[in-house]
């Protein structure tokens, strides 16, 4: 085991914490918006991980799912997001 | 072992920790604007050095042009989503008062209400 | 986006005194979001032969007819130093409140502070503004909240902001982007504009310290 695969493991570890740790927020809440914040977290995350995937096997399979969850991440959460906004103006 | 492959064994580890700890701070910051303070920026700078170690692995430049398009959307979206996300944040009433020092937002909206006759919009 | 004019706000006056555009002008205007659109496609594509190049432009152009997308007058000039200079500004400000804030998140997360800060803007340009608040928002610590466009002000959460020379900071580093932004994108006009803002703001300042 070289340097490049303790760097690899070091690197899924706080990865994998981190979405934990993003998973325990988007449970606990208390409001939408965290819970937004936290999807959008979430998307991040995971396009890093496929990133690192990427990297790791040298093969670029695997690459445009890295746009692609990047962007359906950022339309997702912009959408919700407005609509929340929506939601509040017709309560007033 | 390469220069590349100690790029990457720094970089990778690296952007991971940012990533770490900006999700530590999603989970402990007690208020939401400090949530998506430490949940969509440091992510970014996460992504971009992670981005960058994988480009140090990939065979072809063409391969790497795909990273980059993939930081350049990165950078494009992030604004565009923390200022949503704190625009309806802040239209939704979500903010604590007791965490701000100063609020000269809600101190003009006052001021407008004021001097229109309560026709000013703002938060409800 | 914020960064709409206001129901009563009255547009720049450069943009009335434009002739109006003839065909050629109009595509050559959109011409560039084609070419970006064509790059974008040989990229997801892998490969630039003639014929990959050749169906890009054919679908950005069929996109652009589809979706009439008025054309944004765009007037900027670039300045590859000041550019520079903005994106090391950028990238510094970004790793440095990055670090700030993960501070913050591992000791006495409780404690942290913010501001709502307003900071009257000195640039009129409707893209400007955007870039502005694109940039600031970028930087952690520190998120446009709302724009008041008639007035040219910008209000900026920022944290961990604790104390009124925090503040003060604050300010300052949303005026330094500004400052950057118009010097490196700015046209000469807006250039212009600024200095003369700037010195209004200033004189303005000293009488009401």
Redesign the interface.
Same mark, same amino acid.
């Given at each position: 085991m070289n340097v490049l695969d303790y760097a690899y493991t070091a690197t899924f570890a706080l990865l994998g914490a981190a979405v934990l740790l993003t998973l325990y927020r988007l449970v606990r809440g208390p409001s939408v918006m965290d819970r937004l914040v936290c999807l959008n977290a979430t998307s991040v995350l995971l396009v890093s991980f496929i990133a690192v995937e990427v990297g790791l096997r040298g093969d670029p399979a695997y690459i445009g799912l890295v746009i692609t969850f990047a962007l359906l991440g950022f339309v997702g959460t912009l959408t919700a997001a407005r609509f929340a906004e929506r939601r509040a103006h017709d309560r007033g | 072992?390469t220069a590349a492959?100690?790029a990457?064994?720094?970089l990778?580890?690296l952007?991971?920790?940012?990533?770490?700890?900006?999700?530590?701070?999603?989970?402990?910051?007690? &208020?939401?604007?400090?949530?998506?303070?430490?949940?969509?920026?440091?992510? &970014?700078?996460?992504?971009v050095l992670?981005?960058a170690? &994988?480009?140090?692995?990939?065979?072809?430049i063409?391969?790497a042009?795909?990273?980059g398009?993939?930081a350049l959307?990165?950078?494009?979206?992030?604004?565009?989503?923390?200022?949503?996300?704190?625009?309806?944040?802040?239209?939704?009433?979500?903010i604590s008062a007791e965490?701000?020092?100063?609020?000269?937002?809600?101190d003009?909206v006052e001021r407008s209400r004021q001097g229109r006759g309560d026709g000013g919009r703002g938060p409800? | 986006m914020t960064a709409r004019p206001g129901p009563g706000g009255a547009s720049p006056p450069r943009t009335a005194t434009d002739p109006v555009r003839t065909v050629p002008q109009r595509v050559l205007g959109r011409m560039a979001m084609g070419v970006w659109l064509t790059v974008m496609w040989a990229i997801l594509w892998g490969d630039a032969s003639p014929g990959t190049l050749l169906a890009g432009a054919a679908v950005a152009g069929g996109c652009y007819a589809a979706a009439r997308l008025p054309h944004l007058p765009v007037r900027l000039r670039f300045r590859p130093v000041h550019a520079l200079l903005l994106c090391a500004h950028i990238a510094v400000e970004m790793v440095g409140s990055s670090l700030r804030v993960a501070f913050h998140a591992l000791w006495r997360p409780g404690r942290m502070r913010g501001a709502i800060v307003s900071v009257p803007l000195r640039t009129d340009s409707d893209l400007l503004l955007a870039m502005v608040i694109g940039g600031l928002s970028l930087i952690t610590g520190s998120l446009v909240i709302e724009l008041n466009r008639e007035e040219g002000v910008i209000y900026v959460h920022g944290t961990p902001v604790a104390s009124e020379r925090a503040v003060r900071q604050l300010r300052r580093q949303v005026r330094r982007t500004e400052e950057l932004f118009v010097r490196a994108f700015g046209t000469l006009r807006d250039i212009e504009e600024f200095e003369q803002e700037e010195r209004q703001l200033r004189a303005s300042e000293e009488e009401t310290p």
């Open positions: - | 072992m492959d100690i990457t064994a720094v990778l580890p952007g991971a920790a940012f990533a770490f700890v900006g999700t530590v701070g999603l989970v402990r910051f007690p &208020t939401l604007l400090g949530r998506v303070h430490a949940a969509t920026k440091p992510d &970014t700078v996460a992504l992670i981005l170690g &994988t480009a140090f692995q990939l065979p072809d063409r391969v042009a795909w990273l398009l993939a959307f990165q950078f494009l979206t992030v604004p565009v989503l923390a200022q949503t996300l704190g625009r309806v944040a802040y239209s939704r009433g979500e965490h701000l020092i100063a609020d000269e937002l809600a003009a409800e | -």
